[in-house]
């Protein structure tokens, strides 16, 4: 097998993998075969990969809730396979085809006396089921946290689907901001939602 193989093969996978010396990968990349039309979506460009060949790559969410992306070419191949030999399941990393998410019903703002609420978005992609992450913004800070189960005291259930869910949010919780972060398993550009606010109702 050479170095760097020319299609996107598990086997292939991991020698490069093997090079880098993280084994199979590193917890905080994963190993992409890119191939020529791959290369050329705005999809893939946007997450900094932009050539055929072999690419280590990671994200994270920034400080302000934005998702920031590391890609690093290992290997140009000029003459790369194409998908229709795609072994490898990493499409919501480098896209296969063309694909965007459109929201066709943005979060609306919402009121609770019980500390129960929800904000919901409604959100189709061309290729591939769109994935979801929410966030929320406090009434004092300008940064934006990703919602997890164990954020704000667990309040919070079903923040990776389309309708957040609140139960027991308090006072403390009155101004509170909400949007959703939105991707694709067909590795679609990100979309973020507008913002909706929560108002405590005594």
Known sequence: MSLYGRTDSTANRDQ?????????????????????????????KERGITAPGWWAYR???DGAGAT???????????????NANETL??????AD??????ISGQPANASTSSGGATFTVTASAD?????????RRTSTSGRWTNVSGTL????YSDF??????????????DGYEYRVKLNSTAGAEEVISSTASLTFVD
């Open 16 to 44: 490069v993998a093997l090079t880098r010396g993280n084994g199979a990968g590193s917890a905080s990349e994963t190993i992409v075969f890119v191939d020529e039309t791959e290369a050329g979506l705005s999809e893939n």
């Open 152 to 155: 704000d005291g667990s309040i």
């Open 160 to 173: 990776t689907t389309a309708t957040l869910t609140l139960a027991g949010a308090t006072a403390s919780e």
């Open 89 to 94: 399941s990493d499409d919501t990393i480098a």
């Open 59 to 61: 994200t994270y969410t």
């Open 68 to 82: 920031r992306h590391k890609a690093e070419h290992l290997m140009i191949l000029t003459n790369a396979d194409t």
């Open 127 to 135: 290729a591939g089921t769109v994935t979801y992450q929410w966030q």
């Open 97 to 102: 085809v063309a694909s965007a998410i459109t």
